[in-house]
């Protein structure tokens, strides 16, 4: 892995690291903040899968649609189709929670199913990362 393509890698996951933080401390906190833990999985989910991307010197588009970014990494690792329930479930966090004319936010598990998704995901980018040869 080139040592810039690494370094951007790196930055992507540390983001996607955040956004797993801020979605935990949303739905522990008092209140639960469920939209907004639900939102954060999905964008350290897509963080996630970007730094992948980069990693491997792949062109970023300009995307929220985990689907689109799995069949990106897909690519590259077959194995990454395994998300591609997980990248369905979580791709309407983007949006649907964060406006008016739809629910206020999910139930407290559905939110906790994202952050475990989304956990799944990025501790998989993360050991592909440590094991280059693997992906």
Same mark, same amino acid.
């Given at each position: 892995?080139q @040592?810039?393509?690494r370094?951007?890698?790196?930055?992507?996951? !540390?983001?996607a690291?955040?956004?797993?933080? =801020?979605?935990?401390?949303? =739905?522990?906190?008092? @209140?639960?903040l469920?939209d907004?833990?639900?939102?954060?999985? !999905?964008?350290?989910?897509?963080?996630?899968?970007?730094?992948?991307?980069?990693?491997?010197?792949? @062109?970023?588009?300009k995307?929220?649609?985990?689907?689109?970014?799995?069949? !990106?990494c897909?690519?590259?690792? %077959?194995?990454?189709?395994?998300?591609?329930?997980?990248?369905r479930?979580?791709?309407?966090?983007?949006?649907?929670?964060?406006? %008016?004319?739809? %629910?206020?936010?999910?139930?407290?598990?559905?939110?906790?199913?994202? =952050?475990?998704?989304?956990?799944? =995901?990025?501790?998989?980018?993360?050991?592909q990362?440590?094991?280059?040869?693997?992906?």
């Amino acid at each position: 892995m080139q @040592p810039e393509a690494r370094r951007e890698a790196d930055e992507w996951l !540390q983001r996607a690291d955040r956004d797993l933080i =801020i979605a935990a401390r949303a =739905i522990d906190g008092v @209140p639960a903040l469920a939209d907004q833990a639900a939102y954060h999985a !999905q964008q350290a989910t897509e963080k996630a899968l970007k730094s992948f991307l980069a990693a491997h010197n792949r @062109p970023l588009q300009k995307t929220h649609n985990l689907e689109r970014l799995v069949a !990106q990494c897909r690519g590259v690792d %077959p194995t990454f189709g395994d998300f591609l329930a997980s990248a369905r479930t979580l791709n309407p966090y983007a949006t649907v929670f964060r406006y %008016p004319g739809g %629910p206020l936010e999910p139930s407290r598990d559905e939110a906790q199913r994202a =952050i475990q998704l989304a956990r799944e =995901i990025v501790d998989r980018v993360r050991e592909q990362l440590r094991n280059p040869e693997d992906g």
